[in-house]
């Protein structure tokens, strides 16, 4: 079975409208006792966080 220490969630977003946001909540909330590493494009250098997790720039 695959028991991963950590996982990195591409294209995340702090919009409750997309995927991504969704994403990362439901392993937030959902028991996921790994670390998360949120990836998002940065825009005009903006550094970005999602549900108080500091994203990563692609």
Known sequence: MFNARSG????????????????????IYGGYSGSIFPSIRVILGIVESILRFLCWSL
């Open 8 to 27: 990195e969630v591409v294209c995340a977003s702090n919009n409750e409208g997309r995927l991504g946001f969704h994403v990362v909540r439901i392993l």
